[in-house]
């Protein structure tokens, strides 16, 4: 691997391999990724990515997402991905992706807390359909090189300027990698939860190194927790049911089987009375019944819903499954602006990773996977435009390997399990400064 490069993304997810297409290919793109290139929470994402249908639609969408994100959304981001949204489709249309259609026109669903249907879907694996197109895409380029299995664990930085990343690859060596311009895409936090559905490794990891080197962060409080995931006693990942399921008409029932939840209200609203549903009934779980949704529509529109609870010991065509609630999705992340920008010179955060308050306190169905695109792309264009400080120039012609410092990482494990205890311990001690501060604005009226 060449150590040095004009672009180092660290993340092979929508995020990552978005801003690398959307580069110019004059710029010389070093993407790495942590596990196998497919392995990123984007590949799992079932229900769909929402678009602006058109313009009478706006103030619609702009509501529904300032709503679930308790208005605590960043208005200007919000406007910024829903403004964006059919150009992003266009793109990925380009890129050979397909949505389903019916009649020859796009087809669109809907999820909790939509107030209309306006999400594209590819069946119930959407998130493969796109980051897999976008994968096959990069790996044609002929400026992008995808390192699989390398890890980054460190940023090379000083006086608040980013010079690249110091990674360590699968055998464990750790090493330099020197670029203009550095873009963290490395997902959530999932792998910090016992309970979660995203993938183990993405453990925070962008978190853990701004918090090392003072990077401004924002809503690090905000994790989200879905009301639906599979039951079930085995460790590891959550298999998620889609909020598209219950927006095609599934509904929950509790251990009498009466519904107790309108299953279209915001995803921590559904949460909160899952939760309180569980405790009355002193069960692990709520039931999901999809007994609405005609056979044909299962078979269409979920099949990998379908075959996974198969797989559990469930046909979904003729019994009710077992939900609980896990973790899913984070809010916050690495204060990042409208073109991704952070507070560290040459430092760029897109996708789950980063925070420019499009989702408030609590995200809106397939909001994300667009968000994610939107903002990679602003960042593309940015770095684009080598805005770049003199001293970052330099240090490239001089030698900022000289930054990195061997003897900081002889034991990379004992980093790693340092880094998820800092971002564990942030998360809580913000959590805990907003509950203060919710509570004395409550007091105060
Ligand atoms: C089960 C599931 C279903 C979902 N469904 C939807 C949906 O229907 N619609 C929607 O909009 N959103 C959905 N989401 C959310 C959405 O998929 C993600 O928020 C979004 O794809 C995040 O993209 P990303 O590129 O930021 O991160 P990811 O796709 O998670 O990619 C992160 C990448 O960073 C790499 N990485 C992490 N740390 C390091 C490191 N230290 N060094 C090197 N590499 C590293 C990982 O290996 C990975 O390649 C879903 C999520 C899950 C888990």
């Given at each position: 691997m060449e150590k040095e490069t004009d672009v180092i993304i660290v993340g092979t997810g929508a995020a990552g391999l978005f801003c690398a297409l959307q580069l110019p290919e004059s710029e010389k793109i070093t993407i790495i990724t942590k596990d196998d290139a497919q392995n990123s929470d984007s590949f799992l994402a079932q229900g769909g990515i929402c678009v602006l249908r058109s313009e009478e639609d706006f103030d619609g969408y702009f509501e529904d997402t300032m709503k679930a994100g308790h208005y605590r959304n960043n208005r200007d981001s919000v406007e910024m991905m829903i403004r964006s949204s059919r150009g992003i489709i266009d793109l990925l249309l380009g890129y050979g992706v397909e949505f389903e259609r019916r009649n020859g026109e796009l087809a669109y669903t809907r999820e909790g807390g939509h107030s209309r249907p306006r999400i594209l879907f590819h069946e119930d694996i959407t998130g493969k359909e796109i980051t897999g197109k976008l994968l096959e895409q990069a790996k044609k380029r002929g400026n992008i090189a995808i390192y699989e299995h390398t890890e980054m664990i460190d940023l090379l930085c000083q006086d608040n300027i980013c010079y690249g990343i110091v990674a360590a690859d699968r055998w464990g060596k750790v090493f330099p990698v020197q670029a203009k311009h550095t873009v963290l895409a490395c997902g959530g936090i999932g792998g910090l939860y016992r309970h979660s559905t995203n993938f183990a490794h993405l453990t925070g990891d962008g978190i853990a190194v701004a918090l090392r080197h003072g990077i401004q962060l924002l809503d690090v409080n905000f994790v989200q927790i879905h009301p639906t995931t599979l039951y079930s006693k085995k460790p590891g990942r959550r298999f998620l049911i889609s909020e598209s399921v219950r927006g095609e008409g599934a509904v929950l029932y509790n251990a009498k089987m009466e519904r107790f939840v309108d299953e279209l209200l915001p995803r921590d609203v559904v949460t909160a009375a899952i939760e309180k549903q569980m405790e009355l009934d002193e069960k692990p779980y709520v039931w999901l019944s999809m007994e609405r949704i005609a056979k044909e529509d299962i078979l269409n529109h979920f099949p990998n819903i379908y075959q996974r609870c198969l797989e559990e010991g469930y046909d979904v065509t003729k019994e009710c499954i077992p939900v609980v609630p896990g973790q899913h999705y984070f809010m916050g992340g690495i204060q990042s602006d409208l073109?991704?920008?952070?507070?560290?010179?040459?430092l760029y955060a897109v996708g789950e990773t980063s925070c420019n308050g499009v989702h408030g306190a609590n995200r809106l169905a397939s909001n994300s996977l667009l968000e994610s695109l939107v903002f990679a792309r602003r960042a593309a264009k940015d770095i684009a435009s080598e805005n770049m400080p003199a001293e970052q120039k330099s240090g490239i012609q001089g030698n900022a390997a000289e930054l990195f410092l061997p003897e900081n990482y002889t034991d990379k494990k004992k980093l790693c399990q340092e880094n998820k205890e800092m971002v564990r311990q942030e998360i809580e001690r913000m959590k805990k400064e907003y509950e203060q501060q919710h509570n004395h604005d409550v007091k105060c009226g």
């Open positions: 073109d991704g920008r952070t507070s560290m010179e040459c």
